[in-house]
């Protein structure tokens, strides 16, 4: 018998008046604003322009919105696409169902987008966004606990959650496995902030930390899931992808640390000095000299008489004059 747990929301709506909002579109939506902020006072800090991240944002949310809810459809696709069910209720993004591998995929393809039109380089932006992602993260989990799911094992531990009769759910109360992501997220982010003051974390390495840190967690906390997944010799598939990132993103960062050692000195340069707009004031610059000497040329040709003689520092038409007076 519990003493104590966690209590579940009756509904996972959210009405502001007469607008109804799901819980879990709301944790997304806030997690989203919390990464965009700090990590545009990150920006800021490392030398970049207020406003870059938002702009670069605005190409990798929507990429990594499609890409984590693709990567959920795709390995478990049996809850869309199987006998019985309704296929359309892949595209209900608002019930729940975002894979976190493909979010980060897919968001990292828009954020090259993005950072290809700004001219700064995807690596500097990504150890700035990296803590913030991670406070996202730990925001966006409690949308799970609006819908009531992704919870662990049956647990009377005081901080068990209570879960309701439901579809495809028994009552009773679990272990909160989205507490337990939520509070390592939380973890990761400070563990990035430190070692990025501490070691000058630069080229990508403040990222592949922050993803290092997240699947050495992501790894147990799955284990302890009891919602259906495919398995792979006996292990959840997505505990063999933290793995296997986890191992990526150390590879990276011994590999990154010999090659490019140190933090980018420019990350953004100044708008005035971008590829472009340099090749414009240069070019500018050029015409405007190219159109004096075309000037001068011309008012030579027509006159003579005006051009220096060689190694005199006077002009031909002085020189006559005074042979004249002579």
Same mark, same amino acid.
């Given at each position: 018998m519990n003493l104590a747990s966690i209590p579940s929301p009756s509904t996972g709506v959210i009405e502001l008046g007469p607008i109804p909002l799901r819980g879990y579109a709301f944790c997304i939506i806030i997690g989203v604003f919390v990464a965009v902020w700090f990590g545009n006072k990150r920006w800021i800090a490392r030398g970049g322009k207020a406003g870059t991240v938002a702009d670069i944002a605005v190409w990798a949310v929507p990429f990594g919105l499609v890409g984590g809810r693709l990567y959920h459809v795709i390995t478990d696709y049996q809850l869309y696409f199987s006998e019985g069910e309704n296929w359309v209720d892949a595209f209900k993004i608002w019930e729940g169902g975002l894979g976190i591998w493909g979010a980060i995929a897919f968001g990292a393809v828009g954020a090259w987008i993005g950072c290809r039109r700004r001219g700064i380089p995807l690596p500097a932006w990504a150890d700035a966004l990296a803590p913030g992602i991670a406070f996202a993260q730990a925001i966006g989990r409690w949308g799970n606990w609006f819908n009531q799911e992704l919870y662990g094992k049956p647990t009377d531990l005081p901080w068990a959650v209570e879960i309701s009769e439901g579809a495809?759910?028994?009552a009773g109360t679990y272990h909160p496995t989205f507490l337990y992501e939520s509070l390592w997220c939380i973890g990761v982010a400070l563990l990035v902030i430190w070692a990025d003051r501490r070691f000058s974390l630069g080229h990508g390495r403040a990222f592949a930390l922050?993803?290092?840190?997240?699947?050495?967690?992501? /790894?147990?906390?799955?284990?302890?899931?009891?919602?259906? $997944?495919?398995?792979?010799? %006996?292990?959840?598939?997505?505990?063999?992808?933290?793995?296997?990132?986890?191992?990526?993103?150390?590879?990276?960062?011994?590999?990154?640390?010999?090659?490019?050692?140190g933090r980018e000195e420019i990350v953004e340069p100044d708008r005035d000095t971008t590829p472009g707009k340099d090749s414009d004031k240069d070019g500018s610059a050029k015409a405007?000299?190219?159109?004096?000497?075309?000037e001068q040329d011309a008012?030579?040709?027509?006159?003579?008489?005006?051009?220096?003689?060689? /190694?005199?520092?006077?002009?031909?038409?002085?020189?006559? $004059?005074?042979?004249?007076? %002579?």
């Amino acid at each position: 018998m519990n003493l104590a747990s966690i209590p579940s929301p009756s509904t996972g709506v959210i009405e502001l008046g007469p607008i109804p909002l799901r819980g879990y579109a709301f944790c997304i939506i806030i997690g989203v604003f919390v990464a965009v902020w700090f990590g545009n006072k990150r920006w800021i800090a490392r030398g970049g322009k207020a406003g870059t991240v938002a702009d670069i944002a605005v190409w990798a949310v929507p990429f990594g919105l499609v890409g984590g809810r693709l990567y959920h459809v795709i390995t478990d696709y049996q809850l869309y696409f199987s006998e019985g069910e309704n296929w359309v209720d892949a595209f209900k993004i608002w019930e729940g169902g975002l894979g976190i591998w493909g979010a980060i995929a897919f968001g990292a393809v828009g954020a090259w987008i993005g950072c290809r039109r700004r001219g700064i380089p995807l690596p500097a932006w990504a150890d700035a966004l990296a803590p913030g992602i991670a406070f996202a993260q730990a925001i966006g989990r409690w949308g799970n606990w609006f819908n009531q799911e992704l919870y662990g094992k049956p647990t009377d531990l005081p901080w068990a959650v209570e879960i309701s009769e439901g579809a495809n759910r028994v009552a009773g109360t679990y272990h909160p496995t989205f507490l337990y992501e939520s509070l390592w997220c939380i973890g990761v982010a400070l563990l990035v902030i430190w070692a990025d003051r501490r070691f000058s974390l630069g080229h990508g390495r403040a990222f592949a930390l922050y993803v290092a840190a997240y699947c050495a967690g992501r /790894g147990w906390i799955e284990y302890m899931r009891v919602d259906e $997944a495919h398995h792979i010799l %006996g292990l959840r598939l997505n505990v063999w992808t933290a793995i296997i990132v986890f191992l990526l993103a150390v590879v990276y960062i011994v590999v990154s640390a010999r090659l490019r050692p140190g933090r980018e000195e420019i990350v953004e340069p100044d708008r005035d000095t971008t590829p472009g707009k340099d090749s414009d004031k240069d070019g500018s610059a050029k015409a405007d000299a190219d159109a004096k000497d075309a000037e001068q040329d011309a008012d030579e040709k027509k006159d003579p008489l005006s051009k220096d003689e060689p /190694g005199t520092g006077r002009t031909a038409e002085s020189t006559q $004059a005074a042979a004249e007076k %002579g």
